[in-house]
């Protein structure tokens, strides 16, 4: 049931035009003249307008009323009723924005159908707005790190242009994110964003995926390239394609024109893809295993997602967003971490990075049985366990110079110290076995500084103008 206002000045034709539709289930509001429409658009939003184009009496013409509606409240669909041989008007009002027209005289019939496809094309343009708003929520690159930061200015700046784009980093670090929020912001936005996951489709298919098929008996079978048409192809795990398609690939890129599996015609796309991978691309060229030409055009833009090791200080307020988000989600009663559990959680060293930190907070929101805020035993981690084959290495520092790691190391293992003694500096350089001013020294050299977070003092990483430590 809609909720429909219907202005004209002829009392007998407001209430012919209201009988209708309240005998298909409607209810409706009448007005005679401008200021009784605009008075009733004001009280409450009606989800459709049906209106006439003369309005004796009126201060305001219905083209006038159009146009103050659009500009006020510009998604409630408007319907013209215009006279026999009004039909310039009613044209112009179209083009004022109106929804469509009627003449008079018109028929049940006709007044349905027309009222019936306003509403239902306003309908699906509010669904549509909905859903582009939680595709741009799904795309959001949290964090507060100087390291996400940059990442997301580089974004927006890739985002406003047309660039191929490859992204690396390590498995759950937000790449296929990061690609959704280029497209998000980009012009390609209202058009489709399709993903493309290389290491989960048999070698075999591979062409087919992408390119589509031509069957014997005519019927066209679209591949990804072309739903991507207009829009956005994210291949990901792009360092598992077989060499065929790495290819055919190299190709497209080239021209943007293939031809379908089975086919002879070319088919022209204009598709922006974006590429994501965990491994080392320029590794895989040296071992013959991936194309070096075809790197060369995936990689015009090539952006680095960090591991979330590297961005520690964002660690509390993701956690605090997946809590309460999934607690929205599942109907849950929203829990908050402790400062104990949030310093143990920038601990760890998270191997499956921001998608292992979801992960932790699902298990403790929904197989916790605790209430109140989170304490540290609570959470589901397997603290201090040596790294696979018994080495002690992140992923994170397996990739570093010798100096980056060793800060690396020397920051997260202080930072593991000073909140194992609760922010108390003198403890942590007695157990440390360092001098208290060296402490600080190396302390303000590796970036970490002391906060107090619900009441407790926890070490952090670049919140520099807070750094005051406690003994
Ligand atoms: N900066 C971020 N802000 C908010 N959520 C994030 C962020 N980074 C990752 N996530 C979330 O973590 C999960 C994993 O992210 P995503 O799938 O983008 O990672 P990925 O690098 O593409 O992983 P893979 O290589 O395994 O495909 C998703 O649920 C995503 O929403």
Same mark, same amino acid.
């Given at each position: 049931?809609?909720?429909?206002?219907?202005?004209d000045?002829?009392a007998?034709?407001?209430?012919?035009?209201a009988?209708?539709?309240?005998?298909?289930?409607?209810a409706?509001?009448?007005?005679?003249?401008?200021?009784?429409a605009?008075r009733a658009?004001?009280t409450?939003?009606?989800?459709?307008?049906?209106?006439?184009?003369?309005?004796?009496?009126?201060?305001?013409?219905?083209?006038e009323i159009?146009k103050?509606?659009?500009?006020?409240?510009?998604?409630i669909?408007v319907?013209?009723?215009?006279?026999?041989?009004?039909i310039?008007?009613?044209?112009?009002?179209v083009?004022?924005?109106?929804?469509?027209?009627?003449?008079?005289?018109?028929?049940?019939?006709?007044?349905?159908?027309v009222?019936?496809?306003?509403?239902?094309?306003?309908?699906?343009?509010?669904?549509?707005?909905?859903?582009?708003v939680?595709?741009?929520?799904?795309?959001?690159?949290?964090g507060a790190?100087h390291?996400?930061?940059?990442?997301r200015?580089?974004l927006?700046?890739?985002a &406003?242009?047309?660039?191929?784009?490859? *992204? #690396?980093g390590?498995?759950?670090?937000?790449?296929?994110? $990061? %690609? !959704?929020?280029?497209?998000a912001?980009?012009?390609?936005s209202?058009?489709?964003?399709?993903v493309?996951?290389?290491?989960?489709?048999?070698?075999?298919?591979?062409?087919?995926?992408?390119?589509g098929?031509?069957r014997?008996?005519?019927?066209?079978?679209?591949?990804?390239?072309?739903?991507?048409?207009?829009g956005?192809l994210?291949?990901?795990?792009?360092?598992?394609?077989?060499?065929?398609?790495?290819?055919?690939?190299?190709?497209v890129?080239?021209?943007?024109?293939?031809?379908r599996?089975?086919?002879?015609d070319?088919?022209?796309v204009?598709?922006?893809?974006?590429?994501?991978?965990t491994r080392?691309?320029?590794?895989?060229?040296g071992?013959?295993?991936? &194309?070096?030409?075809?790197?060369?055009? *995936? #990689?015009?833009?090539?952006?680095?997602?960090?591991?979330? $090791? %590297? !961005?520690?200080?964002?660690?509390?307020?993701?956690?605090?967003?997946?809590?309460a988000?999934?607690?929205?989600?599942?109907?849950l009663?929203?829990?908050?971490?402790?400062?104990?559990?949030?310093?143990?959680?920038?601990?760890?060293?998270?191997?499956?990075?921001v998608?292992?930190?979801?992960?932790?907070?699902?298990?403790?929101?929904?197989?916790?049985?605790?209430a109140?805020?989170?304490?540290?035993?609570?959470?589901?981690?397997?603290?201090g366990?040596?790294a696979?084959?018994?080495?002690?290495?992140?992923?994170?520092?397996?990739?570093?110079?010798l100096?980056?790691?060793?800060?690396?190391?020397e920051?997260?293992?202080?930072?593991?110290?000073i909140?194992?003694?609760?922010?108390?500096?003198?403890?942590?350089?007695?157990?440390?076995?360092?001098e208290r001013?060296?402490?600080?020294?190396?302390?303000?050299?590796l970036?970490?500084?002391?906060?107090t977070?619900?009441g407790?003092?926890?070490?952090?990483?670049?919140?520099?103008d807070?750094?005051?430590?406690?003994?």
């Amino acid at each position: 049931m809609a909720d429909i206002l219907v202005v004209d000045d002829e009392a007998d034709i407001r209430e012919l035009v209201a009988d209708i539709l309240e005998d298909e289930g409607h209810a409706t509001r009448q007005a005679a003249d401008a200021d009784g429409a605009l008075r009733a658009v004001e009280t409450a939003r009606p989800d459709l307008i049906i209106l006439d184009i003369w309005l004796q009496g009126s201060r305001m013409d219905g083209i006038e009323i159009l146009k103050t509606v659009r500009r006020n409240q510009p998604d409630i669909p408007v319907v013209i009723i215009s006279g026999h041989g009004n039909i310039e008007v009613a044209v112009a009002a179209v083009k004022q924005g109106a929804y469509d027209f009627i003449e008079k005289p018109f028929t049940t019939d006709q007044l349905m159908l027309v009222a019936t496809r306003a509403l239902e094309a306003s309908r699906l343009r509010r669904e549509n707005a909905a859903l582009k708003v939680s595709d741009q929520q799904q795309a959001e690159i949290l964090g507060a790190s100087h390291a996400v930061a940059a990442l997301r200015q580089k974004l927006d700046r890739v985002a &406003r242009t047309a660039s191929r784009v490859l *992204l #690396s980093g390590p498995s759950g670090s937000g790449k296929e994110v $990061a %690609a !959704r929020y280029i497209h998000a912001r980009s012009e390609r936005s209202g058009k489709a964003f399709v993903v493309l996951n290389s290491a989960t489709i048999e070698p075999g298919k591979m062409e087919e995926t992408l390119f589509g098929r031509e069957r014997d008996d005519g019927g066209v079978v679209p591949g990804l390239f072309e739903k991507a048409h207009g829009g956005t192809l994210f291949l990901d795990e792009v360092a598992e394609m077989p060499p065929g398609t790495q290819a055919k690939i190299l190709r497209v890129l080239v021209d943007q024109r293939f031809a379908r599996v089975g086919g002879a015609d070319m088919v022209q796309v204009d598709t922006r893809v974006i590429s994501a991978t965990t491994r080392d691309l320029e590794g895989l060229i040296g071992a013959g295993k991936f &194309r070096e030409d075809l790197y060369h055009r *995936l #990689s015009v833009v090539p952006l680095e997602t960090p591991p979330l $090791a %590297a !961005r520690r200080e964002d660690i509390p307020m993701l956690a605090e967003h997946f809590l309460a988000r999934l607690s929205e989600s599942e109907g849950l009663p929203l829990r908050r971490l402790s400062a104990d559990a949030s310093a143990l959680l920038q601990t760890q060293n998270w191997p499956g990075n921001v998608r292992q930190l979801r992960n932790v907070m699902e298990q403790v929101l929904i197989l916790g049985q605790g209430a109140g805020d989170i304490r540290p035993e609570e959470l589901p981690l397997s603290a201090g366990e040596p790294a696979e084959g018994g080495s002690i290495l992140s992923p994170a520092m397996a990739t570093l110079p010798l100096r980056e790691a060793r800060e690396l190391f020397e920051r997260d293992y202080l930072i593991a110290q000073i909140n194992r003694f609760g922010g108390n500096i003198s403890k942590t350089a007695a157990f440390v076995g360092m001098e208290r001013s060296a402490l600080h020294r190396k302390l303000k050299s590796l970036g970490v500084a002391t906060v107090t977070r619900g009441g407790a003092r926890v070490a952090v990483v670049g919140e520099g103008d807070e750094e005051e430590f406690e003994d």
